[in-house]
Each structure stands twice: as C-alpha cells, then as structure tokens.
C-alpha cells in the first residue's frame, strides 16, 4: 500500500516533469495542413466574453527566437531530452503502478531502476529551470516566469514539486532495499497531490506545464494573403517583424538591465503585442492565418488545456511578475 501511494504521488510529480509546451511532442505530430486556415483559434466557452480569441505571435508563440531559445538552442535541446526521459519513465511508472493496483508485488530492482530514472530526471529539470531562471536572455526568463505563473494558479511551486519527487524517490528505493519508507516531509499534501492527479492536473495536461517553448517555426501570414496584395498592410507587416526581431535581440542582454531599462523593455513588449492586436483586428486578418502557424498553435494550446484567452492572461501574469522584480530591484 506504501509503494502504490508512492507511486500514485510519483505518477502525479513525474508528469510535471515535462517542459512547458514540450508535452505535444509526446504526442503524435499531426500532418502539416496544405490548406488555408479558414477560421480563427477559438477559445473554450468558459472563456466567451471578451479578449482576443486568437492566437498573435507574442510570447511563446514568437517565431522571433534568441539564440537561447531558438529550435535547435541550447534550451530547446534541453527541453527534448527532459521530455524523452519523462516518457521513458512515465511508461515504467504506469506499469509498476498497474502491478501493485493488481496485486503483483513489483520487482524491486525495476522500482530501483526506476527511481534511479526520476531522480536523474529531477536533477537535469532542476538545472534547466535555473538556467531559464538566471539567464540574462528575456525570452529564458520569460519561459520561467511562465512556469512559475501556470503552477501558482494550480497551487503549486517549483519548490513543492522538487520536494515531493525527491520524497517519492526515497520512498521507492526504500522498498527497492526492503527499508520503511520515509516520512513525508512537511508541507507536503499526500491528499491534495492525489485529488488533483484524479482530476487531470487541471485539465488538459496542465499539470505538465513546465518552462520551454512550443513549436512555433513560422510567421502568422506567409504573405500570400489576399490583404497583402495592399502595399499599406505588406509594408506595415513587414515593418513589425523587423521591429519585433529587433526587440527580442535587444532582450538577450535584458538581464543585464537596470530595473528602469527592464521597465522600459517590458512597456516596449506591452507596446508591440499591442501593435500585433490592432493590425490583426485593423485587416481582418484572424480568419487568413498561414496554415502551419494555426496548426502549431492550436496543437500547443490544446495539448496545454488552454484557451487564446487564458493563454494571454498566463502571459499577462507572467511579465506582471517580471515587472515586480523590476519594482523591486529599485527600492
């Protein structure tokens, strides 16, 4: 029964293992869609009543990476292994919980192995998460504070999650070695880790969220559009991106900023997502967004559980927190 509690908990912290935006990659890829997307990315009816319902190009879904968080970065990569790791152990995990929930006394050397497989997990997602956190790279930063604003709103915290793991890690090789399983330490909610495993994380794999960038490796429009037959709209979209490009290069030294050159950093951030709102809303253009940069959306938003609407308050709280450092760095 001590093992099989180990491993519900286990099962609930090793999904929180994988990277933020990394979970549909678990999933099989859907096909590039050839086809002009015909409509805009809805969001979830609990969300009807104002704000955008779509997706821009701002946040995670910037095509404009810095060479940290660029595809095939230093961060990216990171992301991988940690997500291909997580599955490996996943996988284990569901089989040994099957084992005990039938009565099978499981193997203690693949408990062992196991355990061996989340704590070496543990530490790379750790050290990932430091790096995000202590980069001087605005977009590093910005996937970190991301991390920490989804697990705030599920009631949880980087810390808490790095202790309940350890605990089940101990716990399992406790068993492994035919030793009482350890205490839990205290803080930790055995009971409240089980409820929200029961009730999906929250829904949508959110429980997954974890800092990193989803897949997005284009620009909203490819510029084939019938609105850009206009000089005006082309010009003005061209203008933006080279704009938007600019600032995400101004940003890999934003920790490097005093507090009021983040504050200004921050405001021209508010300023250019703004800008991509009225140019989306001024040209009609929701219902003509270039086919792959829908599909790469809608997948990071559906895998995630999130609507256009919840995703821009998660990314509204997440630089709200990055100004409250700043603030703070001036008192």
């Known amino acids: 029964m001590t093992l099989l509690l180990a491993l519900l908990g286990m099962d609930f912290a090793s999904s929180l293992t994988v990277p933020w935006g990394v979970r549909s990659r678990l999933a099989p890829r859907a096909a590039p869609s050839r086809a002009k997307s015909s409509g805009t990315v809805m969001s979830s009816s609990s969300d009807a009543g104002g704000g955008p319902q779509y997706i821009t190009p701002v946040g995670p879904f910037c095509p404009f990476r810095s060479e940290a ?90 810390q808490a999650i790095g202790l309940a793991m350890r605990w089940q890690v101990d716990a399992m090789r406790a068993f492994a070695k035919g030793q009482m399983p350890p205490m839990p330490p205290a803080g930790l909610d055995l009971e409240a880790m089980s409820r929200q495993q029961e009730q999906g994380g929250g829904g949508g794999g959110m429980a997954g969220a ?26 003005e979209y061209e203008a933006l991106c080279r704009e938007h490009a600019a600032l995400v290069s101004l940003g890999t030294s934003y920790g490097r900023y005093d507090a009021l050159g983040k504050l200004a950093f921050l405001d021209a951030l508010d300023a250019v997502e703004g800008r991509w709102d009225i140019f989306f809303t001024r040209f009609s253009l929701v219902g003509a967004l270039n086919a792959d940069f829908k599909r790469q959306s ?34």
């Open 210 to 235: 974890l800092g990193g960038p989803p897949a997005i490796d284009t620009t909203p429009f490819d510029g084939s559009e019938p609105a850009f037959e206009s000089p005006v709209v082309k010009e």
């Open 69 to 158: 968080t660029k595809l095939t970065g230093t961060v990216d990569s990171g992301m991988g292994s940690l997500a291909s790791k997580s599955q490996s152990f996943m996988a284990d995990m569901a089989r040994l919980q099957l084992d005990s929930q039938m009565g099978t006394e499981p193997d203690p050397a693949k408990v062992e192995a196991v355990a061996n497989e989340v704590a070496a997990a543990l530490e790379e997602w750790e050290q990932l998460m430091a790096r995000l956190r202590l980069s001087t790279d605005f977009q590093s930063r910005e996937y970190f504070k991301l991390t920490e604003a989804h697990l705030s709103g599920q009631g949880q915290s980087l």
């Open 298 to 331: 809608d997948a990071f938003l559906e895998s995630m559980g999130l609507s256009p609407q919840s995703f821009r308050a998660l990314l509204g709280k997440a630089h709200q927190m990055m100004r409250d450092e700043a603030e703070a760095e001036r008192q």
